[in-house]
């Protein structure tokens, strides 16, 4: 019963998913466009969210599930990149510092402030609390955090390769493509040689490719806005063969680059191939839009079912996938609000 469970959402998500896309007439037909980017956001975090579901808490026991999360993860980092570099083409550097530093820690420490409940009823230490206001020590309260550390790193590298006026555009999308696969050269020979930290950050390890892939992504994008639709129709079953291979173990040189690799290049292509159809999912892209704030709640949320909710598996699944979303609403619309209001004050 509980497998029919486990299997029933999942299958039930898919098919809402894909019931949930229409023909849209104002569509640009841009293969990586703003609707585009946030409804590939959409599917990122449920990727998360089952494989956060699947890994650290055995909820969901089925096959696919386990390999989601780490390539949700690379499209999210990929995103940022591409989406950075656009950004810069058209208004450059100004405002980056406060507008992304707004951006990532007033929606965590709002929902920072929401977690003490739960804090507090199962009496986490209060220093562990106050330092995950800022970042540190993250691993006693939420290890899944470690993202938020690693994106403002991210963020950091692409501003200060960027301000190097000397350079073109497409020599600091060069260089800041050329750091990211230095580390994850050395990260890798790191982990491979049994080094590894333990430290929730360094799980960033295994993701040092994609920030770097979505900034010098950009240089080739209207190359790839060219494609045509059976091109990115050959690209897309490419991708699928390749995860399948990979994740069956019949590749195995660095396997787990690959498969997180070949996930991001089948999403992003299969999703172009959608929006060059003018096919778009309102669904997704208000998950997209909330994706940051469901990815706040949803590890606590999942501690706090396992240790209140006695019910099936399947069900405390559905439960937290549920209260995730429900949740998201009132904290972004709130976190919303208040990066306005200080945005505004630093106008000012």
Not at 196 to 211: N, R
Request: glycine share 8%; proline share 4%; net charge positive.
């Amino acid at each position: 019963m509980n497998a029919f469970l486990q299997y029933g959402l999942f299958y039930l998500v898919a098919l809402l998913l894909i019931l949930s896309f229409r023909k849209s007439p104002s569509a640009s037909g841009e293969k990586l466009g703003r609707d585009t980017s946030r409804e590939l956001k959409g599917l990122a975090i449920l990727m998360v969210l089952f494989g956060h579901m699947t890994l650290v808490h055995g909820w969901i026991g089925i096959p696919a599930t386990p390999v989601l999360g780490a390539p949700a993860v690379e499209i999210f980092l990929f995103l940022s990149g591409f989406g950075l570099v656009s950004s810069y083409h058209k208004k450059g550097l100004k405002g980056f510092i406060p507008r992304r530093l707004l951006a990532v820690l007033i929606p965590l420490w709002i929902v920072n402030l929401v977690k003490i409940v739960y804090y507090a009823v199962f009496q986490v230490p209060p220093k562990s609390i106050l330092l995950s206001f800022i970042l540190v020590d993250i691993g006693s309260t939420d290890p899944s955090m470690w993202y938020i550390q690693y994106i403002l790193l991210c963020y950091l590298i692409f501003f200060l390769v960027f301000c190097i006026r000397k350079l073109s555009l497409k020599w600091k999308a060069i260089l800041v493509f050329l750091i990211f696969v230095s580390a994850a050269i050395v990260n890798g020979f790191v982990f491979y040689q049994g080094l590894t930290p333990d430290s929730p950050f360094m799980e960033c390890y295994s993701h040092h490719l994609s920030f770097g892939l979505g900034v010098i992504f950009y240089l080739f994008y209207q190359r790839y806005q060219r494609l045509s639709g059976k091109g990115l129709s050959v690209l897309c079953a490419l991708a699928f063969i390749f995860t399948q291979l990979n994740a069956y173990g019949f590749v195995r040189y660095e396997t787990y680059y690959l498969l997180n690799f070949s996930y991001l290049v089948f999403c992003v292509s299969l999703f172009g191939l959608l929006s060059a159809r003018g096919l778009h999912s309102k669904l997704l892209a208000k998950l997209g839009d909330r994706a940051y704030y469901i990815y706040l709640n949803e590890y606590v949320l999942m501690l706090a079912v396992r240790s209140l909710v006695d019910i099936p598996d399947g069900y405390k699944a559905l439960l937290v996938l549920v209260l995730s979303v429900a949740l998201s609403s009132p904290t972004k619309l709130v976190g919303d609000w208040i990066v306005q209001k200080v945005s505004s004050l630093i106008k000012t």
